[in-house]
Each structure stands twice: as structure tokens, then as C-alpha cells.
DNA sequence: ACGGATACGACG
DNA sequence: TCGTCGTAT
């Protein structure tokens, strides 16, 4: 929900870049013959002809539109390509996008503050380039403008055609009189002329910006003018320009406004437009909406916005859901198992990339289902969300994901849990399953031997997460077949309740919600003690979770949680925030990157003493067991290193040196998760 | 019981 | 803090 900001001085310059139906795009890109062409991007093909999901410009002259199904778009364009999204373990892929956005993303950075908005939407705070491009080299002092920048679009500036247009833009831009507010914002149109051409040269995509001075301007603007139909725009809103252009808006095309807010302002106040919210007072907003709400709605409608451009390039949170609707609903346990093993390797996958690429961790995982219950008055009740700390390894968080579901649909099923053995319609079925990661933080990037090992093994073993004896014992039959082909579905009277129940379900769940045949009770057969030593954590790990959820109701034992330490570190003079987010993140593709930050193999003979202590910020014998098999396996095996220093052959060095790390991944040999 | 998958921020 | 809700694309 919008939210108040403390006003700033408006003297910004800010741009909101906007990919051209981006997914059209980078499936063109792919298929160059489909430039030029009507296309439409669309996923799950075969019902209905899939769901389109971007539409390119020629097929929209042709009145196809997103949320159309393919066959009606054949029908509304019969030459429309229909091309499908990327489909990886049964489910959509958006990778591509991902990265595709990512390439635009790390050039957009280049030239201020930038913020990732979405998969293919960034905002810029262009100020210092456009004071700077003032100072040094004003536009009225250049000879000639960019012809990109000339074809901007200038609110407010009545649009005849050719040369004359240009002319008043040329004209606008150099405008010696003007307010210094719109001479920055022409700077801001030359550069932003600039980088949407330097898009275009290093990705082929095309994009669309709106530039003014503050975030809801630009954003709102930079739509409108992509509502004029037409790709590779750019729009301008001078500084004055605001209100006759905002005032005649229907509310709810505002953005935040499209939904119920909106809706509430027309039914509940009468308000119908902007010049309409107008006439409202500040506080006269508040008492309805909140003081947040309130005077957020207040400062809209005249164009304010406070808000500033958070320098983030990178996503907070990685999701991997899909939902299975009407018939398809998912009804039995083994069933959401197969599917949250797919959705949880994805998300791991995702993770172990981003921690490659960016040396980023996430620290929370979260369960979301959607379900109804047939044959039952309150069938809406909201499935709940679940949550606990991630731990990586895929196995693991298949594991804890199925954990977090059980848990979440006792919850759901409440007294009806307990079948009593007879009617059988009583029951659930799950229309959608995702999981997410949240939480994410940096990690000391300073340490030498992470970066040597993501430049000598540039993708994670898949190995370790295979092959321990254990995690065939912990995964139930159901679900082991299920991996590799998904049954009949009906497999869930087969599922014996015991060969699931190597979890240790935390005993306030348990008891809350009584016994249920369709969830696995617990079986204490399978716990283990506490493991002393790193290698072996199954037994304890499964039984971690069930404890960690429990523990977020007990509140945390004092415990210091990886979140903890990693925000200590963070927090340290060194400022990684500030450094990281220049232009070193390695955003995309180009794998090499780390090797920029230190990698010296001297770093390897430094005392490894000091910097067990000083490095990290704080002693690594401190960490609780359970804390540390919380980290990813890459990491453990960082502060295995530090820990046991002997342990470490000195012939480790003798193979080609520089690459000690290769040999320091063979001599903590297969420790499998 | 469909627009699908995904992301973010506010609120209680 | 967690979980829910709203919003957007």
C-alpha cells in the first residue's frame, strides 16, 4: 500500500525505463525471424491455446491482447506467432527473462541510481549525470542534439509534424530562460536518448522511458505514453506540466489505484478523477484512509511524490510456484510432494546462481498454497502461508517445504483433519503451490576462498545433494516415485504413514491439531542426537525443522541466527552495500566477474588466526551447530577451512598453486548433504 | 474454478 | 516477526 514520504526537494531527475513487450522481445531475439512479425509470447499451450502472457505492437494493431487466449488470438489475428514460454520440471521457466532483464539492468546502472522495479522495468535517478551535464556541457552549448532524444515526447507540447516538431523539442531542450528544473529534465532526455540507444546496440531490445522529477511522474507518464500504441518512446513531463494533464485521469488509472483503493475513493467518496480527489483536504483523507494512506492519496493528485530510487539491481526474493486450476487441482500428499519437489528445485537452482553470481543468501523459506475443500460450506477458508529458515541443499528444502505444507494444511483442515473413516468427499485439493525465498543478504565477498571456489568450479556440484544413504531413508516411497514420473496420483493409500515421518514435527503442532490420516505422524524411532561433527548432518536435519518452527514461536533461543551474523557483517565500516552496488554485481551472464575482487593466491598463506577472528566479524567457534548447517554447503566448507586449518595437506598447493581451491573442494571430499 | 508466475510493500 | 492482503505486470 502507498505509504506517506517525507517530502524532498523536487530538483531530481528521474526516469522509469520500460522494456517493450519484453518477452516478445527476447524470443525475437532468439528467432530473428519473427521480427517484425505479429507475436505473442504464451505459456501452458495446451489448453485453450495457452495463456498469452506479451503481445508484440503489430499484434496488437490487430486487437490481440494480453489475457487473451492463443485461440482467440488466432482468431483475432490468424498470422499471429505464438511462441511458448520456456517450459523446465513441468512447469513455466522465466530464466530467460531473468537474464535477459539482468543485461538490461547492468547497463541501465551505469549512469546513476538504479533500481530494479521488475523482470523488465527499472527506475534511474539520473540527478548528478543531468547537474553535472549542465554544468560541463549544457545542451544550448551543443551544436547538435541527439536525433533520439529530438523525437521525445514533451507534455503539454502540442505535437505537429517532422522537422517543425523536432525543432520545438530542439527548442525546448535549449530553452535558455527556463526553469532550471526543466533544463535538467532536458538533460535528462539527451541522456536517456543515450542509454536507450546503448539498450538497443548491446541487446537488441528496444525499451520506452518516462522522464520527470519524481518516481510517480516518470513511472506514470512513461506509461502513458506506452499506452500511445507505439514501442521505443520517450516522454518528458516539464516541470509545470502536471496538472491540466493529470487533473481529467480517471482515478483508477493511477497507479495503486486500479484496485480496491480505487474503487473504494469512487463508491465511498464519490471521487472519480483526479481533479475530483482534489477537492479533498489533507485531512479529510486521512480520517479515511489512514494517515499514511491519507496523505499519500493527497500528494498524488498533485504529482508529489517523495519517494526516492532505491539502488537495488538485484531481486529480493526468488519464487517458484505454479498453480493447478479446476480439474487439475492436486488431491493427494504424495501429489503436492512430486510438485513441490519440482518447485523446490527450481528455487534452489535460482539460489545457488544468485549466490554464485552475487554471493547473496536467502534466509527464509516460505510455503504459499491455494486449496479448496469440496462439499463443505466454508470451502474459501485461506490456506496459510508457513515459513521457517532456509536451509540450503535441494533435498532440504524439498524436505522442509513438504514440512511447511503438512503443517500448513493441519492448520487448514483444522477438526476436520480427523477423517473419521467414512465420508470421503471431505476433503481438500490444492489449486496452487509455491515457494520463496526471502531474507536475502550479502555475504563477505573479502574471503579468499569463496571466490577462488566459484572461479574454479563455476557451477555448484550437483553431486552433493545426491547420494547420501540417509535421504533415501527420508523420503517416503510416494515420493520417490513420484520424482521421476508423476503416478496415477492416486497413489496415496499407499503411502505408509511411518515412511514419511523421519520428520520430527515440531509437538506444538502436533498436538494443536490432533491426528489426521492423511499427514504422517511423527515417529521418534528415526531421531537422532545432536551431531558433533560437520559431515554428518541427516538425522539432525530433518529434525531441525521441525524445531525451528517451533522455535519461532518460543522466541529463539538466544541463538545467533545466520541473519544475524551476516547483518554484523554487513554492518562493519567496510560498507558492501555502497561498493557492490556501483556496477560490480555480476548481474548476468558474464560468469568472470568475481574475478575482479581479490583472489591472490598470497591471500591462501595469510594467518589464518587473525582472520578467523577479525574477518567475519565475529569468532567462528561462537556458531551453534544448527546455525551452521543452515549456510550453504559452500560456505560451510569456507569455515571448515578456518576451523581446521591442519587438516589441510600441504600438497594441496603443489597442483599448479593459484587454484588451491580446487584442491581444497577434493580434500573436503564428497561431504554430501 | 483461471489471466500465470512472480514480486513488492503495508498492515495487524 | 510472521502471515495476510493488495497491487502490479
Given amino acids: 500500500m502507498p505509504v506517506a514520504r517525507p517530502e524532498t526537494s523536487d530538483a531530481r531527475v528521474i526516469a522509469h525505463v520500460d522494456m517493450d513487450c519484453f518477452y516478445v522481445q527476447v524470443e525475437q531475439r532468439k528467432q530473428p525471424e519473427l521480427r517484425g512479425l505479429p507475436t505473442a509470447v504464451v505459456q501452458y499451450n495446451e489448453w485453450q491455446g495457452g495463456a498469452l502472457i506479451a503481445v508484440s505492437y503489430e499484434a496488437r494493431s490487430c486487437g490481440v491482447k494480453r489475457s487473451m487466449r492463443g485461440e482467440e488470438a488466432k482468431a483475432a489475428c490468424p498470422e499471429i506467432q505464438l511462441v511458448q514460454v520456456p517450459v523446465a520440471r513441468g512447469k513455466a521457466d522465466l530464466n530467460t527473462y531473468r537474464s535477459a532483464g539482468s543485461e538490461v539492468v547492468s547497463i541501465l546502472a551505469q549512469s546513476g541510481k538504479c533500481e530494479r522495479a521488475s523482470i523488465d522495468e527499472v527506475y534511474l535517478d539520473l540527478t548528478d549525470a543531468a547537474e553535472s551535464m549542465l554544468a560541463d556541457a549544457p545542451p544550448e552549448g551543443l551544436e547538435s542534439i541527439d536525433e533520439e532524444a529530438l523525437k521525445s515526447h514533451i507534455l503539454g507540447m502540442s505535437r505537429e509534424d517532422g522537422d517543425d516538431f523536432k525543432e520545438s523539442v530542439r527548442d525546448w531542450i535549449c530553452r535558455k530562460d527556463a526553469d532550471r528544473r526543466d533544463k535538467l529534465l532536458g538533460c535528462g532526455i539527451i541522456i536517456v536518448a ?35 500504441n507505439k514501442p521505443a518512446q520517450q516522454t518528458v513531463v516539464p516541470y509545470a506540466a502536471v496538472e ?41 483523507l486521512q480520517e479515511h484512509y489512514g494517515i499514511n494512506t491519507g496523505t499519500w492519496l493527497w500528494n498524488i493528485a498533485r504529482g508529489i511524490s ?59 523459506l516460505t510455503l504459499h498454497a491455494s486449496a479448496f475443500r469440496s462439499k463443505d460450506s466454508d470451502s474459501q477458508k485461506k490456506f496459510p502461508s508457513k515459513s521457517c529458515p532456509l536451509r540450503y541443499g535441494v533435498t532440504k528444502i524439498q524436505e522442509d ?100 515421518s523421519i520428520t520430527d514435527t515440531s509437538p506444538d503442532l502436533d498436538n494443536s491439531y490432533g491426528n489426521m490420516d492423511m499427514v504422517p505422524e511423527k515417529d ?25 518452527i517451533n522455535n519461532s514461536k518460543e522466541k529463539n533461543r538466544g541463538m545467533p541466527s545466520i541473519v544475524d551474523i551476516f547483518k554484523n557483517y554487513n554492518a562493519t565500516p567496510q560498507s558492501q552495500q555502497e561498493t557492490r552496488e556501483d556496477s560490480t554485481v555480476s548481474l548476468t551472464s558474464n560468469r568472470g566477474n568475481l574475478s575482479s575482487s581479490t583472489n591472490h593466491s598470497s591471500e591462501v598463506n595469510q594467518e589464518v588466526e587473525d582472520r578467523r577472528e577479525t574477518e567475519w566479524g565475529y569468532k567462528v567457534g561462537e556458531i551453534d551447530q544448527s546455525v551452521f548447517d543452515e549456510l550453504p554447503y559452500e560456505i560451510q566448507r569456507e569455515f571448515r577451512s578456518f576451523l581446521r586449518p591442519n587438516k589441510r595437506p600441504n600438497a594441496g598447493k603443489s597442483k599448479g598453486d593459484g587454484s588451491a581451491s580446487s584442491s581444497i573442494a577434493h580434500y573436503f571430499s564428497p561431504l554430501k548433504r
Fill in 244 to 284: 491540466e494533464l493529470l487533473s481529467s485521469l480517471p482515478i483508477k488509472k493511477m497507479k495503486q489505484l486500479g484496485g480496491k483503493l480505487g474503487t473504494s475513493l469512487q463508491t465511498d467518496l464519490g471521487i472519480d478523477t483526479v481533479s475530483d480527489l482534489l477537492q479533498f483536504s489533507e485531512t479529510k
Fill in 306 to 364: 517523495g519517494e526516492e530510487v532505491q539502488g537495488r539491481l538485484l531481486p529480493k526474493s526468488h519464487g517458484s510456484g505454479k498453480t493447478f486450476p479446476g480439474p487439475r487441482a492436486l488431491r493427494s500428499l504424495s501429489n503436492v510432494q512430486h510438485w513441490l519437489n519440482q518447485l523446490s528445485e527450481e528455487l534452489y537452482e535460482r539460489l545457488s546462481s544468485d549466490l554464485e553470481q552475487n554471493k547473496r543468501i536467502a534466509s527464509t
Fill in 524 to 548: 521418534a524411532s528415526c531421531q537422532s542426537s545432536e551431531a558433533k561433527e560437520f559431515p554428518t548432518q541427516s538425522g539432525t536435519q530433518t529434525k531441525t525443522i521441525g524445531r525451528k
Fill in 194 to 228: 543515450e542509454l536507450r540507444k546503448q539498450v538497443l546496440k548491446e541487446t537488441e531490445f528496444s525499451c520506452s522511458a518516462g522522464i520527470a522529477h519524481n518516481k510517480a511522474r516518470s513511472d506514470f507518464f512513461s506509461k502513458l505514453a506506452s499506452g500511445m
Fill in 401 to 500: 517445504a513438504f514440512n511447511l505444507f503438512q503443517a500448513a494444511l493441519r492448520e487448514y483442515m483444522g477438526p476436520f483433519g480427523t477423517k473419521p473413516q467414512g465420508n470421503k468427499k471431505e476433503t481438500w485439493r490444492i489449486t496452487g503451490l509455491s515457494v520463496s525465498a526471502s531474507k536475502i543478504v550479502d555475504i563477505p565477498s573479502g574471503t579468499s576462498s569463496i571466490m577462488r571456489y566459484f572461479q574454479s568450479q563455476s557451477t555448484i556440484p550437483s553431486s552433493s545433494e545426491s547420494g547420501c544413504p540417509q535421504e533415501h531413508v527420508a523420503m517416503t516411497p510416494s515420493a520417490s516415485e513420484s520424482c521421476s514420473e508423476q503416478k496415477s496420483a492416486e497413489t496415496e493409500a499407499a503411502m505408509p504413514n511411518k515412511d514419511i
